[in-house]
Antibody, heavy 119, light 108 residues
């Protein structure tokens, strides 16, 4: 069974750093792109970027380029999303999702990680 | 960037009725369009890809159509579990993937 399991909720202060994770299982982790999607409170879905764990090829949405870093450790089948300096506006639910075999849509999703940034 | 719009923002439907949701792209995305369902407190679920192909395990009451800039998701007979928010997503302009703002389907 394909699963993406994300790390737990985080509460941080502005200016702090953070790295959240997404562990894949039940499939060949290195053979599928993993994307990250933001959902701000009460809002829609925003695509942030995507990584191919097989060779760490990474692409970013222009809206998030330079704001976050996406990485992966294929030895432990885990993708990451990290911030070096959080802002209150980073408060959101973050989902990882696996790119399907049929184009750049997403067939399996993690359960989401809620990040709250507040002083 | 390709901008996706969805209409209506909210659709009120009675159980058993048909629901028709629209999605429009600011430029052609060919058939590179997907639909997702999201229920409160849950992650999105892939319903349709390639504009009209149902994802694994998706009931036949969900169907997608369209190509180019105009797309439709139809739910033939709404069940109680179908009340949710539905998003379209274009992936023609890789890697600049974009989602629509969503249509909320609620109980009339």
């Amino acid at each position: 069974e394909v699963q993406l399991v994300q790390s737990g909720a985080e509460v941080k202060k502005p200016g702090e750093s953070l790295k959240i994770s997404c562990k894949g299982s039940g499939y060949s982790f290195t053979s599928y792109w993993i994307g990250w999607v933001r959902q701000m409170p009460g809002k829609g879905l925003e695509w942030m970027g995507i990584i191919y764990p097989g060779d760490s090829d990474t692409r970013y949405s222009p809206s998030f380029q330079g704001q976050v870093t996406i990485s992966a450790d294929k030895s432990i089948s885990t993708a990451y999303l990290q911030w070096s300096s959080l802002k209150a506006s980073d408060t959101a639910m973050y989902y990882c999702a696996r790119r399907s075999s049929y184009g750049h849509n997403f067939d399996y999703w993690g359960q989401g990680t809620l990040v709250t940034v507040s002083s | 960037e390709i901008v996706m719009t969805q209409s209506p923002a909210t659709l009120s439907v009675s159980p058993g009725e048909r629901a028709t949701l629209s999605c429009r792209a600011s430029q052609s995305v060919s058939s590179n369009l997907a639909w997702y369902q999201q229920k409160p407190g849950q992650a999105p679920r892939l319903l349709i890809y390639g504009a009209s192909t149902r994802a694994t395990g998706i009931p036949a009451r969900f169907s997608g159509s369209g190509s180019g800039t105009e797309f439709t998701l139809t739910i033939s007979s709404l069940q109680s579990e179908d009340f949710a928010v539905y998003y379209c997503q274009q992936y023609n302009n890789w890697p600049l993937i974009t989602f629509g703002p969503g249509t909320k389907v609620d109980i009339k």
